[in-house]
C-alpha cells in the first residue's frame, strides 16, 4: 500500500510536466489532456517518491514533473515490479507495460546534471479502467477488477418525464445485481442518436465492463440505438444478440424484428435489449451467464476457452 503524492501532465510533447491535484484517467488512453496519452503501451508514468528524494539529496533541485513521471507515488520501488502487474487507486486500475525506457533525447534534468532516474527507475503502464484519481489517493497492488455494468435506457416518454417508473432498467438492474455486478451508472436518454453516442463513449472511455441498454432497436423511425452503438463500437460479437433473437423467437415470431447489436469498445461490453421488461428479462436470462466470462477476456483476467 503506497500514496500518491504528485501527479504531473504536459499539454504538448517535448515540455515539462507539471504539478496538478487531480486528473482524470481514460480507459486505454492515459491522463485526459496529457500530450503522452494515447492508443499504445506507454498511457501512464510512474515513478518512486523514495528515488525522486534521494536524487535530490545529491543536490538536484528538481520539482513535479521533471523527469516526465505522471504519478510519484510512495510505498513503492516501481522497477521492482514485474510486467503484468496490477496497481490500483480508487476505481482507476493500471497494468505495468514496461520497465524503463532508453532515452534518445535526453531531457532538461539530463542535460543540467548529466544523469536522470527516469529511464532506468521509472515504468509505464497502461489504464484498464478509468476514473479520477487526486493527489494524496492510495495506491495498491490489483488483481481482478470488480465487475460493474451501466444501464442506459432509450425512450422519449422516459426522459420527458410520461412514465412513472422505468421498469426495463430496473429490471435491467434486478438481474444485474443478482449475477454480482455493481451498478456504476443509470441514465435514461431520449431516442437521439448523438446523445446515445456521447453516453457510450463516456462509460467506455470510464471501463465499465457491461452495458446494457434498453430501447430504441425496432423499426421505428425514432429508434437509432444499434446506430449509436455501431458507431461507438470497434469490433462486433454477433452471437450475443444472435442467441438473444433465438430465444426470442420461441415466445414470438416478431423477435425476428429486433434490430439489436453487441458489440465491444475499448474494454467494454455493449449490448443492446428490447424496450419491455418481460423482453429484457427473456434475453438477459439466456445470455446473462456466459458474459462474465467474455468482460474477463476483455480485461485480460482470463484466457479464451
Given at each position: 500500500?503506497?500514496?500518491?503524492?504528485?501527479?504531473?501532465?504536459?499539454?504538448?510533447?517535448?515540455?515539462?510536466?507539471?504539478?496538478?491535484?487531480?486528473?482524470?484517467?481514460?480507459?486505454?488512453f492515459g491522463i485526459d489532456g496529457d500530450a503522452h496519452a494515447g492508443d499504445w503501451h506507454r498511457q501512464v508514468s510512474f515513478i518512486g517518491q523514495a528515488e525522486v528524494d534521494e536524487f535530490k539529496a545529491r543536490g538536484a533541485k528538481v520539482t513535479a514533473g521533471?523527469?516526465?513521471?505522471?504519478?510519484?507515488?510512495?510505498?513503492?520501488?516501481?522497477?521492482?515490479?514485474?510486467?503484468?502487474?496490477?496497481?490500483?487507486?480508487?476505481?482507476?486500475?493500471?497494468?505495468?507495460?514496461?520497465?524503463?525506457?532508453?532515452?534518445?533525447?535526453?531531457?532538461?534534468?539530463?542535460?543540467?546534471?548529466?544523469?536522470?532516474?527516469?529511464?532506468?527507475?521509472?515504468?509505464?503502464?497502461?489504464?484498464?479502467?478509468?476514473?479520477?484519481?487526486?493527489?494524496?489517493?492510495?495506491?495498491?497492488?490489483?488483481?481482478?477488477?470488480?465487475?460493474?455494468?451501466?444501464?442506459?435506457?432509450?425512450?422519449?416518454?422516459?426522459?420527458?418525464?410520461?412514465?412513472?417508473?422505468?421498469?426495463?432498467?430496473?429490471?435491467?438492474?434486478?438481474?444485474?445485481?443478482?449475477?454480482?455486478?455493481?451498478?456504476?451508472?443509470?441514465?435514461?436518454?431520449?431516442?437521439?442518436?448523438?446523445?446515445?453516442?456521447?453516453?457510450?463513449?463516456?462509460?467506455?472511455?470510464?471501463?465499465?465492463?457491461?452495458?446494457?441498454?434498453?430501447?430504441?432497436?425496432?423499426?421505428?423511425?425514432?429508434?437509432?440505438?444499434?446506430?449509436?452503438?455501431?458507431?461507438?463500437c470497434t469490433r462486433m460479437a454477433p452471437g450475443i444478440a444472435e442467441a438473444m433473437r433465438a430465444e426470442s423467437l420461441k415466445m414470438t415470431g416478431r423477435a425476428?424484428?429486433?434490430?439489436?447489436?453487441?458489440?465491444?469498445?475499448?474494454?467494454?461490453?455493449?449490448?443492446?435489449?428490447?424496450?419491455?421488461?418481460?423482453?429484457?428479462?427473456?434475453?438477459?436470462?439466456?445470455?446473462?451467464?456466459?458474459?462474465?466470462?467474455?468482460?474477463?477476456?476483455?480485461?485480460?483476467?482470463?484466457?479464451?476457452?
Amino acid at each position: 500500500m503506497g500514496k500518491i503524492t504528485a501527479i504531473c501532465v504536459s499539454e504538448r510533447r517535448g515540455t515539462q510536466k507539471h504539478f496538478v491535484e487531480t486528473a482524470r484517467f481514460v480507459t486505454e488512453f492515459g491522463i485526459d489532456g496529457d500530450a503522452h496519452a494515447g492508443d499504445w503501451h506507454r498511457q501512464v508514468s510512474f515513478i518512486g517518491q523514495a528515488e525522486v528524494d534521494e536524487f535530490k539529496a545529491r543536490g538536484a533541485k528538481v520539482t513535479a514533473g521533471a523527469f516526465g513521471e505522471n504519478i510519484v507515488a510512495e510505498g513503492f520501488h516501481f522497477k521492482d515490479l514485474p510486467i503484468g502487474t496490477r496497481l490500483r487507486s480508487g476505481q482507476v486500475f493500471f497494468e505495468v507495460t514496461q520497465i524503463g525506457k532508453e532515452c534518445h533525447n535526453h531531457c532538461a534534468i539530463y542535460q543540467q546534471l548529466g544523469d536522470c532516474i527516469m529511464p532506468r527507475e521509472g515504468v509505464f503502464a497502461r489504464v484498464l479502467h478509468g476514473g479520477e484519481i487526486k493527489v494524496g489517493d492510495e495506491l495498491e497492488l490489483a488483481e481482478k477488477i470488480p465487475l460493474d455494468a451501466a444501464i442506459i435506457t432509450v425512450s422519449d416518454r422516459g426522459f420527458h418525464g410520461l412514465r412513472d417508473e422505468d421498469l426495463s432498467g430496473n429490471k435491467c438492474a434486478e438481474l444485474l445485481e443478482s449475477a454480482g455486478y455493481e451498478i456504476f451508472q443509470r441514465a435514461t436518454l431520449p431516442d437521439v442518436k448523438k446523445l446515445i453516442v456521447d453516453k457510450l463513449t463516456e462509460l467506455s472511455d470510464a471501463g465499465v465492463g457491461l452495458i446494457l441498454t434498453t430501447g430504441g432497436t425496432g423499426f421505428s423511425i425514432r429508434d437509432v440505438t444499434p446506430e449509436a452503438t455501431l458507431e461507438v463500437c470497434t469490433r462486433m460479437a454477433p452471437g450475443i444478440a444472435e442467441a438473444m433473437r433465438a430465444e426470442s423467437l420461441k415466445m414470438t415470431g416478431r423477435a425476428m424484428l429486433s434490430r439489436a447489436v453487441t458489440g465491444i469498445c475499448k474494454r467494454t461490453l455493449i449490448v443492446n435489449l428490447p424496450g419491455s421488461p418481460k423482453a429484457v428479462a427473456e434475453c438477459l436470462n439466456v445470455v446473462l451467464p456466459q458474459l462474465q466470462h467474455g468482460i474477463e477476456i476483455l480485461r485480460g483476467e482470463t484466457g479464451n476457452c
